[in-house]
């Protein structure tokens, strides 16, 4: 299966200053297809998780531009600009190249400093 | 407006069964892989099973191989996830989520899921 390691697992950030987390790989994430298949979701105090960004880069409906994902084969990142009040919560990335099993990342818990 | 409601969670003694089910509406249900994905208390997120679009092909986690059977009912735009064996590690939020199409990434769109709790 593949790993999904996550940077770091706790991450508290002062308001309207960035933050950054890493996601890597144990695997190339990139299809035959030229495409990467990665992607990254939030998932609020006691809601479900939301897809924010799919294939390393493309923001989902009604992401806010402050988001942001890149990164290529094994390493990726995903870059919150200026950090509001409504980002906290947990961040995961998330494969779907190497399946079964789709393996998350154990999650990236942002705070507020 | 897509969406997906889970039911059937519960408290259940080990070694026993539960059915889940996902009504879904607001997108063509049979053109979608639909999956289960589990969250136990406080942990992160574990997907356990996906099915494809007419049900001919059913994958799971290995954790739950020859204990879950994952089917759908493309008529009445549902999911099911029977449950059997359970164990204390079974124990989580159970989300239905829309799995990925020929051209769409998976788990654009989440349930509100469903807890399953395993005690004696």
């Known amino acids: 299966d593949v790993v999904m390691t996550q940077s770091p697992l706790s991450l508290p950030v002062t308001l309207g200053q960035p933050a950054s987390i890493s996601c890597r790989s144990s695997?190339?994430?990139?299809?035959?297809?030229?495409?990467?298949?990665l992607n990254w979701f939030h998932q609020r105090p006691g809601q479900s998780p939301r897809r924010l960004i799919y294939?390393?880069?493309n923001r989902d409906s009604g992401v806010p531009d402050r988001f942001s994902g890149s990164g290529s084969g094994t390493d990726f990142t995903l870059e919150i600009s200026r950090v509001e009040a409504e980002d906290v919560g947990v961040y995961y990335c998330?494969?779907?190249?190497?399946?079964?099993?789709?393996?998350f990342g154990q999650g990236t818990k942002l705070e507020i400093k | 407006e897509v969406h997906l409601v889970e039911s059937g969670g519960g408290l259940v003694q080990p070694g026993g069964s539960l059915r889940l089910s996902c009504t879904s509406s607001?997108?063509?249900?049979?053109?979608?892989?639909m999956s289960w994905v589990r969250q136990a208390p406080g942990k992160g997120l574990e997907w356990v099973a996906n099915?494809?679009?007419?049900?001919?092909?059913?994958y799971y986690v290995d954790s739950v191989k020859g204990r879950f059977t994952i089917s759908r009912d493309n008529a009445k735009n549902s999911l099911s996830l029977q449950m059997n064996s359970l164990t204390a590690e079974d124990t989580a939020l159970y989300y239905c989520?829309?799995?990925?199409?020929?051209?769409?990434?998976?788990?654009?769109?989440w349930g509100q899921g469903t807890l399953v709790t395993i005690s004696s």
């Open positions: 294939q390393v880069s």
């Open positions: 998330m494969q779907n190249r190497h399946w079964p099993p789709y393996t």
């Open positions: 099915i494809n679009q007419d049900g001919s092909k059913k």
């Open positions: 989520a829309r799995d990925g199409d020929t051209i769409n990434p998976p788990f654009d769109y």
């Open positions: 607001g997108f063509t249900f049979t053109t979608y892989y």
């Open positions: 695997q190339s994430l990139v299809s035959t297809d030229g495409k990467t298949h």
